[in-house]
């Protein structure tokens, strides 16, 4: 069974630009969860998404945002980009919410660089 | 606010040493907690949850709700054991909060 799949791996975006990134869950999944992983601020969570739903979301700015899409795949977005938001963002699949007891399963991450 | 500390950011051991990675949380209320495991060139991924209560690859962590502690413990520390470990919790509002992570090397 394929992973959960994130792409594009990399990319250079300049600051004020915005950038949209993809994650394929893992078949079967319904839950897509979205996180930023820098060195000053570790790992922090994003939003998750149930069912096209937004389930949670964490502490960030409105420039951050997502979707879901039917077949669960999902996007997330961040416009007006600063340099602090270079970071490694990291989605997870799961069957249902992580709230409910399942496990989730990370993707390799997309590698954000903003100059 | 809900918090996940781990005071070591780095913990070095000798091979077959016992090993305890520490973690403690502010959370009013019975929370959920994890470790998540991240070896090198591969992907994080859970280790272990609390309420799960199992034993995996030899790791065990017990919760302390007095001392809002969820410490990590391998009696016999293995090379392969080397990697970066996150202590998490599942908040009010469903978030996860993770830890800053503490790196583990084992030495031979």
């Known amino acids: 069974k394929a992973g959960v799949t994130q792409t594009p791996r990399y990319l250079i975006k300049t600051r004020g630009q915005q950038v949209t990134l993809s994650c394929s869950p893992i078949s079967g999944h319904r839950s897509v969860s979205w996180y930023q992983q820098t060195p000053g601020q570790g790992l922090q969570f994003l939003f998750e998404?149930?069912?096209?739903?937004?389930?949670n979301k964490g502490n960030f700015p409105g420039r951050f945002s997502g979707r879901q899409f039917s077949n669960s795949r999902s996007e997330m977005n961040v416009s007006t980009l600063e340099l602090g938001d270079s970071a490694l963002y990291l989605c997870?699949?799961?069957?249902?919410?992580?709230?409910?007891?399942?496990?989730?399963?990370f993707g390799e991450g997309s590698w954000l660089t903003v100059v | 606010a809900q918090r996940v500390t781990q005071p070591e950011k780095l913990l070095s051991v000798f091979k077959g040493a016992p090993v305890e990675l520490k973690c403690n949380y502010s959370y009013s209320g019975s929370p959920e907690l994890f470790w998540y495991v991240q070896y090198s060139r591969q992907r994080l991924q859970l280790l272990l949850r609390?309420?799960s209560r199992e034993s995996i690859k030899g790791f065990t962590a017990d919760l302390n709700k007095g001392e809002t502690s969820f410490h990590l413990k391998k009696p016999f520390a293995q090379e392969e054991d080397s990697a970066m470990y996150y202590c998490?919790?599942?908040?009010?509002?469903?978030?996860?909060?993770f830890g800053p992570g503490t790196r583990l090397s084992v030495l031979p």
């Open positions: 998490a919790l599942i908040n009010y509002g469903q978030n996860f909060v």
């Open positions: 609390h309420i």
């Open positions: 997870a699949s799961s069957l249902g919410t992580y709230s409910s007891g399942n496990t989730i399963y």
């Open positions: 998404y149930f069912s096209e739903t937004q389930r």
